[in-house]
């Protein structure tokens, strides 16, 4: 498994503590989005891996923007970058058989009327491109008195070209441990009355 960590945000003690196998975790903190584009690409045409998460497209920062002035204006850099990329990586990941996970943030739209306001970042290949979406949103607290240990999670699967999309499912995610499985087995005791 490999982590492209665009944030740079990654913490090896707290990944260890959820269950990653840190050991066996390549990581790399690319300076440009198109680096960590080419890591991709490198890693899955190498066939040394079989699942790549970047985190996040969010971050995967045009070099032209970061070699520029802030305040420059940089309109359709990401975008274009993420076409290109899914263009190249589209083939390369289906004949090397590798699952390729992007981590993205949703952004408001300003300014819109009507409709959804919520958009995600990086342009429209993504969306195109995915075989599966899926929207992760903080629902809730989970606590213990009055101290918050947890958040109640929703995942809706929003597109999905290998089965039933529209599905949802929810569940505690406990700070410091992961997905509360005793939680969720509570949860089917009673929907299944037993």
């Known amino acids: 498994c490999a982590f492209i960590d665009a944030e740079h ?31 991709c690409d ?26 520029g002035e802030i305040g420059d204006s940089h309109m359709g850099l990401a975008a274009r970058m993420m076409s290109q990329a899914m263009r190249k990586l589209a083939g ?5 058989n590798t699952l390729l996970i992007f981590i993205n943030q949703i952004r408001m739209k300003i300014g819109v009327m009507f409709g959804n306001p919520e958009t995600t970042t990086g342009g429209n290949a993504l969306k195109f491109y995915a075989s599966v979406r899926l929207d992760i949103r903080r629902i809730g607290a989970v606590k213990d008195g009055d101290v918050v240990v947890g958040s109640e999670t929703r995942v809706k699967v929003v597109k999905n070209k290998i089965a039933a ?10 700070y410091g441990e992961g997905i509360n499985i005793n939680g969720e087995l509570v949860d089917l005791g009673v929907k299944h009355k037993l």
């Not at 899955?44 to 970061?66: C, F, H, N, Q």
């Not at 390369?92 to 090397?96: D, E, F, V």
């Open 165 to 174: 999309p529209f599905k949802q499912a929810e569940f505690q995610i406990l």
């Open 9 to 39: 945000a990654l913490d090896p003690i707290y990944a260890k503590k959820l269950g990653v196998d840190i050991d066996n975790l390549l990581c790399s903190q690319p300076d440009t989005g198109e680096q960590a584009l080419e890591i």
């Open 92 to 96: 390369n990941l289906k004949n090397a």
């Open 42 to 67: 490198a890693l899955t045409r190498s066939g040394a891996v079989d699942v790549i998460i970047v985190d996040s497209v969010a971050a995967l920062t045009p070099k032209a923007e970061i070699e």
